[in-house]
T-cell receptor
Framework: DTGVSQDPRHKITKRGQNVTFRCDPI?????LYWYRQTLGQGPEFLTY????????KSRLLSDRFSAERPKGSFSTLEIQRTEQGDSAMYLC?????????????????FGPGTRLTVL | QQQVKQSPQSLIVQKGGISIINCAYE??????FPWYQQFPGKGPALLIA?????SEKKEGRFTISFNKSAKQFSLHIMDSQPGDSATYFC???????????FGRGTSLIVHP
């Protein structure tokens, strides 16, 4: 399967624990996005990378959230000291983009998501 | 905050009918308007997308109508089928921004 993959698919944790999610994008894609989706809502943008550079992280929900893409390939999203309000689906998406206005936003391919439940 | 407003929140249609979902956007710099389809337990998948230089785009039973002056666009699903039952999201993006804005979604149920 050459699509976007995410691991794990489901995560149940206790409040206060740290969790880490992994995303493997489509191999030729240079941009990688993380979103949070809660029930009845559309995907909410969290952060994105172009290659290994994190170009926007101001919308991460709090300083408990952090993301990395160390070699410009897979990415991880970590939530420290989880809270019940962090329970949601965390989606990863990838795309190929070039610089310049004409190609600023192209089709994103989403992974299946990681469903987090914080007890 | 830039928004994309989507309506209705839920829609029930009989098999063979037309499903219509509407979106309105605020950011006139947006230059890419996709519609995503999401089934339970799956990530969203691109269904069809349009850029503002055209007023309509059709792919099979799915059509986007785009009204630039009104800052509105809509998805029409012709001959709706039970397999179309899913949640549909519109989005706006581009115009120099790499960050898309999604609508809140429409839950479509097509009765057989």
């Amino acid at each position: 399967d050459t699509g976007v993959s995410q691991d794990p698919r489901h995560k149940i944790t206790k409040r206060g624990q740290n969790v880490t999610f992994r995303c493997d994008p489509i191999s030729e894609h240079n941009r990688l996005y993380w979103y949070r989706q809660t029930l009845g809502q559309g995907p909410e943008f969290l952060t994105y990378f172009q290659n290994e550079a994190q170009l926007e992280k101001s919308r991460l929900l709090s300083d408990r959230f952090s993301a990395e893409r160390p070699k410009g390939s897979f990415s991880t999203l970590e939530i420290q000291r989880t809270e019940q309000g962090d329970s949601a689906m965390y989606l990863c998406a990838s795309t190929y983009g070039t610089s310049g206005r004409q190609s600023s936003y192209n089709e994103q391919f989403f992974g299946p998501g990681t469903r987090l439940t914080v007890l | 905050q830039q928004q994309v407003k989507q309506s209705p929140q839920s829609l029930i249609v009989q098999k063979g009918g037309i499903s219509i979902i509407n979106c309105a956007y605020e950011n006139t710099a947006f230059d890419y308007f996709p519609w995503y389809q999401q089934f339970p337990g799956k990530g969203p998948a691109l269904l069809i997308a349009i850029r503002p230089d055209v007023s309509e785009k059709k792919e099979g039973r799915f059509t986007i109508s785009f009204n630039k002056s009104a800052k509105q666009f809509s998805l029409h699903i012709m001959d709706s089928q039970p397999g179309d039952s899913a949640t549909y999201f519109c989005a706006g993006g581009g115009g120099g921004s790499y960050i898309p804005t999604f609508g809140r979604g429409t839950s479509l149920i097509v009765h057989p």
